[in-house]
C-alpha cells in the first residue's frame, strides 16, 4: 500500500491558485492516485484521481510526475469555501490509505 | 436518497456498552467501506464489502468490531464492549453501481462515537 506525505498546512489568498504537493514514492505501478478533501464535520468528498497522465474535470487538475513518486492537485480559483483538509491517497478504491493530509486556509 | 446515509449521527455510550452504528449507501452501489477516524487524524481503513460478500476486513482493530452487510445494501458496524479507545467517527462510503475498480467513493457524514 502506497505511503503518502504532505505538507501539514498551506495558505491560499482568495482567486489565487492553490497548489497543494503529494509524496507517493512506494507507490506501486497500478496503483492510482486519489486526491480528496474533507471540510470540518463532513464526509471525505472526492475530487480527482489518476494513473500516469494528467487529469482534469470541473473541481481540479492533477498533475503527476513521470516516475509517478509525486504529484500535485491545482484548484485554479481557489474560493474561501474551499478551505478544508486535502487528502492525497494511494491504493484502490476498495481500499484507500489516507495520510493526516494537508490543511488549506483560503484567505480573503 | 441521494447521499450515503449513516445513522445515529451521535452516539454516547458508557465503556463496556455495545453498540451498532447504521450505513445506508447509495442505491445500487456494490461496493460498501467503513471507515475509522480519530482526532485530528485521516480515515483509517476498516473493512470492505463488495454485495454482501466482506472482501477486506483486514483493518478492524479487534475483534470486537464485526461488521455485516447480509442483503448486499445496508449495513452495520457493531463494536461490542466498546473502550475509550473505540471513540472516534466512523465513516462509511459506497461506490461504484457496477463491480469497477478504481473509481469515487461517496462519503456519509459520519457517526461520532464517544465511549465515556
Not at chain 2, 464492549?81 to 471513540?87: G, K, L, P, V, Y
Given at each position: 500500500d502506497a505511503k503518502t506525505t504532505q505538507p501539514p498546512s498551506m495558505d491560499c489568498a482568495e482567486g489565487r491558485a492553490a497548489n497543494l504537493p503529494c509524496n507517493?514514492?512506494?507507490?506501486?505501478?497500478n496503483e492510482y492516485v486519489y486526491w480528496y478533501r474533507q471540510i470540518h464535520s463532513q464526509g471525505p468528498q472526492y475530487i480527482i484521481h489518476g494513473l500516469k497522465n494528467n487529469e482534469t474535470n470541473e473541481m481540479a487538475s492533477l498533475i503527476i510526475t513521470e516516475d509517478r513518486k509525486s504529484s500535485t492537485l491545482i484548484l485554479p480559483h481557489a474560493t474561501l469555501r474551499d478551505t478544508a483538509v486535502y487528502y492525497c491517497t494511494g491504493g484502490a478504491t476498495n481500499k484507500l490509505i489516507f495520510g493526516t493530509g494537508t490543511l488549506l486556509a483560503v484567505q480573503p | 436518497g441521494a447521499g450515503v446515509s449513516q445513522s445515529p449521527r451521535y452516539k454516547v455510550a458508557k465503556r463496556g456498552q455495545d453498540v451498532a452504528l447504521r450505513c445506508d449507501p447509495i442505491s445500487g452501489h456494490v461496493s460498501l467501506f467503513w471507515y475509522q477516524q480519530a482526532l485530528g487524524q485521516g480515515p483509517e481503513f476498516l473493512t470492505y464489502f463488495q454485495n454482501e460478500a466482506q472482501l477486506d476486513k483486514s483493518g478492524l482493530p479487534s475483534d470486537r468490531f464485526f461488521a455485516e452487510r447480509p442483503e448486499g445494501s445496508v449495513s452495520t458496524l457493531k463494536i461490542q464492549?466498546?473502550?475509550?479507545?473505540?471513540?472516534a467517527v466512523y465513516l462509511c462510503a459506497s461506490s461504484s453501481?457496477?463491480?469497477?475498480?478504481?473509481t469515487e467513493a461517496f462519503f456519509g457524514q459520519g457517526t461520532r462515537l464517544t465511549v465515556v
Open positions: 507517493h514514492s512506494t507507490i506501486s505501478g | 464492549r466498546t473502550q475509550q479507545e473505540d471513540s453501481p457496477a463491480v469497477r475498480a478504481n
